[in-house]
Nanobody, 128 residues
Framework: EVQLQASGGGLVQPGGSLRLSCAAS????????IGWFRQAPGKEREAVSC????????YYVDSVKGRFAISSDNAQNTVYLQMNGLKPEDTAVYYCATDLNSGGLCPPRPSSAGMDYWGTGTLVTVSS
């Protein structure tokens, strides 16, 4: 059974940092792509970052480049999203998801429709 569990959200002041974790099970990590998505109130869900299980290549949406970093611990089947320099506009529910038909590679522009399984979300609130 494929399972994804996101954790690590919370309340942080602008400029602060958080690290999100996505614990994955039930599939072969190197054959998948794992993405982080977020959905703010009243907005569509958007892809934030993605990491390819086969070669470790990464994708970031322009708004988080230079502030967020995605990484993986393949031995632990866990993907992390280190978020630095947080801004109020980063406030959202963050989800991790996997594309098991990707051949282990993130698409050039990940989308919600391309993901097969979703984890529960974790709320990130950036506010003073």
């Amino acid at each position: 059974e494929v399972q994804l569990q996101a954790s690590g959200g919370g309340l942080v002041q602008p400029g602060g940092s958080l690290r999100l974790s996505c614990a994955a099970s039930g599939f072969t990590f190197r054959d998948s792509a794992i993405g982080w998505f977020r959905q703010a109130p009243g907005k569509e869900r958007e892809a934030v970052s993605c990491i390819s299980g086969s070669d470790g290549s990464k994708y970031y949406v322009d708004s988080v480049k230079g502030r967020f970093a995605i990484s993986s611990d393949n031995a632990q089947n866990t993907v992390y999203l280190q978020m630095n320099g947080l801004k109020p506009e980063d406030t959202a529910v963050y989800y991790c998801a996997t594309d098991l038909n990707s051949g282990g590679l993130c698409p050039p522009r990940p989308s919600s429709a391309g993901m097969d399984y979703w984890g529960t979300g974790t709320l990130v609130t950036v506010s003073s």
